[in-house]
């Protein structure tokens, strides 16, 4: 069964980053210098925030989909595409 999750992300021109938050992640917020080190860290994050949550168990197998919405102030790179990822938990 796949899960999708919201993320918002935007580039915060007072510090030079992306950032990325969501309403439907609790404890959700990081940044990174370019999308795609944040697309990676998201990666990592989300299964893990889901875990330690209690929204999904150390053992799921499952798909998770997480859409990354640019709700930014100004952009140096747009992601449109939809990020997903397996995950699987040891």
Not at 4 to 16: H, I, K, L
Not at 50 to 74: C, E, R, T
Request: aromatic content about 10%.
């Amino acid at each position: 069964m796949q899960q999708s999750y919201q993320v918002n992300a935007f580039w915060d021109t007072d510090v030079g980053v992306w950032v990325a938050i969501s309403d439907d992640i609790p404890g959700l917020a990081t940044e990174a210098d370019t999308i795609e080190t944040l697309s990676q860290k998201l990666r990592t994050l989300i299964p893990e925030l889901l875990f330690l949550n209690g929204v999904i168990s150390q053992n799921y197998a499952g798909s998770i989909a997480f859409v990354v919405d640019n709700a930014k102030k100004s952009s140096p790179k747009r992601l449109t595409e939809p990020s997903e990822f397996t995950t699987l938990f040891d």
